[in-house]
T-cell receptor, first 114, second 114 residues
Framework: AQSVTQLGSHVSVSEGALVLLRCNYS??????LFWYVQYPNQGLQLLLK??????LVKGINGFEAEFKKSETSFHLTKPSAHMSDAAEYFC????????????FGRGTSLIVHP | KAGVTQTPRYLIKTRGQQVTLSCSPI?????VSWYQQTPGQGLQFLFE???????NKGNFPGRFSGRQFSNSRSEMNVSTLELGDSALYLC?????????????FGPGTRLLVL
């Protein structure tokens, strides 16, 4: 079975500050990992994904995430937050146990203060 | 390429009615998945269709059903609507749904059951 835990349903940062959104997964085999972003009244958009190549994955809008197998983590970071980054962020895992249906975390709402 | 489209975008129904939602995937994509998103339960997988066959099914009652046509367009149907069915229904497509593939999401259909 596969599962995803996103620590913190809300994260608040100041504009220009570091963004860190945490994601831990549970999987018995090396998984595929994704981060998606959802803006109000829109569907999900892929930020980045890990598929067993480089452990440091760079995505769109300046985001990156590092796959750490020993910690079963895939935290999302951005060096400097922008007001436009305010949105809901979802971590997802797939591929474990032959399941290619992604399992999503509960989401983290990123709030950016001016 | 046109993105994933969903119709209608908004829908209001009353308890006991039925509803049909439509999803047109990205051209060339053969896998279509449906998700229910609510504040309380987050993103929950409903079912996945691939080449007109239901390949995976989530843990939802039989009132939720779907189908996929030869052109990969998909519909989902909810019969005997309940208040708890109020949600954002998201459709996502990928080329063959192998797990490492990116899912491309539509904007969703927001269903309100009164």
């Amino acid at each position: 079975a596969q599962s995803v835990t996103q620590l913190g349903s809300h994260v608040s940062v100041s504009e220009g500050a570091l963004v860190l959104l945490r994601c831990n997964y549970s999987s018995s085999v090396p998984p595929y990992l994704f981060w998606y972003v959802q803006y109000p009244n829109q569907g999900l958009q892929l930020l980045l994904k890990y598929t067993s190549a480089a452990t440091l994955v760079k995505g769109i809008n300046g985001f990156e995430a590092e796959f750490k197998k020993s910690e079963t983590s895939f935290h999302l970071t951005k060096p400097s937050a922008h007001m436009s980054d305010a949105a809901e962020y979802f971590c997802a895992v797939s591929g474990a146990g032959g399941s290619y249906i992604p399992t999503f975390g509960r989401g983290t709402s990123l709030i950016v203060h001016p | 390429k046109a993105g994933v489209t969903q119709t209608p975008r908004y829908l209001i129904k009353t308890r006991g009615q039925q509803v049909t939602l439509s999803c047109s995937p990205i051209s060339g994509h053969r896998s279509v998945s449906w998700y229910q998103q609510t504040p309380g339960q987050g993103l929950q997988f409903l079912f996945e269709y691939f080449s007109e066959t239901q390949r995976n099914k989530g843990n939802f009652p039989g009132r939720f059903s779907g189908r996929q046509f030869s052109n990969s367009r998909s519909e989902m149907n909810v019969s005997t609507l309940e208040l708890g069915d109020s949600a954002l229904y998201l459709c996502a497509s990928s080329s063959d749904g192998t797990g490492q593939e990116t899912q491309y999401f539509g904007p969703g259909t927001r269903l309100l059951v009164l």
